[in-house]
């Protein structure tokens, strides 16, 4: 694992100087703007490496991402099903498809990336119901199941957790992998980073996680499986690629569910960046962005 860059720590530095606290639904739509504005920059620069289609679910659109040079027949390519993060509340849809056409050129695949529904507007099921679906087509249109791989990051992360329980659940053939970047999916706060890393985490604060808890949960009890899918059993699983920072919030949901698919036979990675902010991944000026997202090709392409 190679030492934190100079990028790496100027960045953190002035995470932690913009770091606030989120406890009201106004901040909340101060940050959804936010999100809009810093999201702006990422327009058109997907399209220079995909075709970029939509397709409709129940309540959603997915996006359907083909790399220029594919021509392969589209039921027969590889795929990758990608949940995005935001904290079950928000979207950064440019960034998140710019980060996906580069992994789908470089993999040679089609790419899904599902809109799914957000909290607090629409609360826990929503987001899991909508990715699953967006699952579920994809095998009912004939694509098999080991051409798929999932992926996810933040909230993602937590989506693909969610996910593979409800494919074992409903007795449907699993995906080739699924990879999971700073994964939420413990609603119970339970880890020990959560409080380890509180003050050195340059993006949040545990205050913050606790109050997109009251707007994703909506009265749902925080240790039931079907809303922390770390805490379901994680047998039958694919082979599984985890990877977080040393210092952010989450570090342990990783940690954990590494250790978790290792003691129940899934065979699983897990790489822990020194000193990274949460979600690095997305950060595409970050040179530890590009051996990550590298790294994860690797993962996904061996178990294709």
Known sequence: MM?????????NFFLKLLRRPIWNLGQLKALRARFAKLD??????????????????????????????????????????????GAY??????????MLAGICSNLGAIGVLPDYRLAPEHPHPAAIDDCFESYKSLIEKGVPAHHIALLGDSAGGGLVLSILDKIRAAALPMPSSASLFSPAGDWTLSGRSLFENEGRDPMFRLSSFLFFRSLYLA??????????PLLAPFDGYPPMYFTASSTELLRDVAVEGAEKARAAGVP?????????????QIISFLPESKIALNKLCEFIAKHW
């Open 89 to 98: 509340c928000l979207r950064s849809p440019n960034t998140y498809r710019a």
């Open 3 to 11: 030492k934190q860059s100079f990028r790496s720590r100027i960045l």
């Open 268 to 280: 699983v990675e897990l790489d822990i960046w020194p000193g990274q902010c949460h979600d690095m």
């Open 219 to 228: 009265g749902y009890k925080a240790s039931d499986p079907a809303v922390s």
């Open 40 to 85: 702006a920059r990422a327009i058109g620069k997907a399209d220079l490496l995909c075709r970029i289609s939509q397709i409709d679910l129940s309540h959603c659109q997915a996006d359907i991402l083909q790399p220029l040079e594919f021509s392969d027949d589209l039921i027969g390519a590889k795929h990758i099903l990608f949940f995005h993060g």
